[in-house]
């Protein structure tokens, strides 16, 4: 039998063309692909509306940049893309200082201080703290922790230095540990960082090594011998000093002496001279004599007078000085007449 195809287009007779077949339409499948992210925004914005809250755990709900805490447990609601959440532990934490945790590590520039009594020591500490205000913690500071860790290390070689070395290693750790303790707590409350420091307790203390030891011993070494140094020059200056203030005196002294007696020698000459230009006015004659035979009695005691006789030979000394005092008393008689 055979198949005529025609047979499905009434009317259509065998030797008219077939109509092709038409193409389906791709509309709906574009609509499923816009369908697809639209459904994937939505759960994601559902998954985002809610949170779930542990009981050891702190919720900070940030609406337009305002925090809010949630302390309730259990599942929570909260508005996609407005508010967000931040999660903080309850629990209490800790963090080491002076060792590396997990290992026996030391770590030198947190350990090692120096005691009362200029001793070297090793001391390593465990720090415990926990949030007590989660909005604190998260806003008030951009790291409370490692603020924390400052203050703790602070006031740990604050106090050390007030104990000796035994206190430290036997007998006073549990009064170190309080003494601590109760000045770091201080210091949070001043700072309001949202953290309570629950505990810090001294984990080993024990002396340094041996190279610690002596290097510190060579700087002790050298303090006292610029102490010793410093010791002696302040000595030295207290011996000295009223040695070269006794001198000093009997300087200023011996110039105050040497003035007077210069200005008073001055004086004196003036009043002669005063004396002698009076007299002068008077004499002018005999007052000029005096004076040559005053200046031959100071000039010729130092002078010798030699004569030679040419035919003889002989040498004459004739003494001058007494020739000079005899005329000079001739001429004080004469005037005197």
Do not use: H
Not at 157 to 165: A, E, F, K, M, P
Not at 241 to 260: C, F, G, L, V
């Amino acid at each position: 039998m055979e198949y005529n195809d025609n047979s499905y287009y009434p009317g259509a007779d065998a030797g008219d063309e077939q109509p092709k077949p038409r193409k389906p339409k791709r509309r709906g499948m574009w609509k499923l692909l816009w369908l697809i992210p639209v459904v994937l925004l939505a759960a994601g914005l559902a998954m985002d509306s809610f949170y779930t809250l542990k009981e050891d755990q702190y919720a900070v709900l940030t609406t337009f940049g305002k925090p809010a805490t949630v302390s309730a447990s259990g599942l929570q609601m909260k508005i996609p893309l407005v508010q967000r959440v931040q999660l903080v532990s309850k629990s209490i934490q800790g963090f080491p200082l002076g060792y590396r945790a997990g290992s026996d590590e030391s770590v030198d520039e947190e350990s090692l201080m120096i005691t009362y009594d200029y001793n070297f020591v090793n001391v390593d500490f465990y720090v415990e703290y926990r949030v007590t205000d989660p909005v604190k913690y998260l806003y008030n500071s951009s790291d409370p922790v490692g603020i924390l860790k400052m203050l703790c290390q602070s006031y740990i070689r604050d106090t050390i230095g007030l104990y000796n070395v035994d206190s430290v290693i036997t007998t006073g750790k549990s009064e170190i540990q309080s003494e601590i303790k109760q000045k770091v707590m201080n210091r949070l409350e001043q700072e309001d960082l949202g953290i309570q420091l629950t505990n810090l307790t001294i984990q080993d203390a024990e002396p340094p090594t041996l190279e610690v030891q002596q290097a510190f011993t060579a700087v002790e070494t050298a303090k006292q011998s610029a102490d010793t140094a410093v010791n002696n020059a302040k000595k030295y200056a207290n011996e000295v000093t009223p040695a070269a203030s006794a001198d000093a005196d009997q300087i200023i002294k011996q110039a105050e002496a040497y003035r007077e007696s210069k200005i008073n020698e001055a004086e004196g000459q003036a009043a002669r001279f005063t004396e002698l230009f009076a007299e002068y006015q008077n004499y002018p004659l005999i007052t000029k004599q005096r004076l040559f035979y005053e200046a031959m009695e100071e000039i010729l005691p130092e002078v010798k007078l030699y004569i030679v006789d040419e035919q003889t030979g002989v040498q004459t000394a004739l003494p001058l000085e007494q020739f000079a005092t005899v005329n000079a008393g001739t001429a004080e008689g004469g005037a005197s007449n």
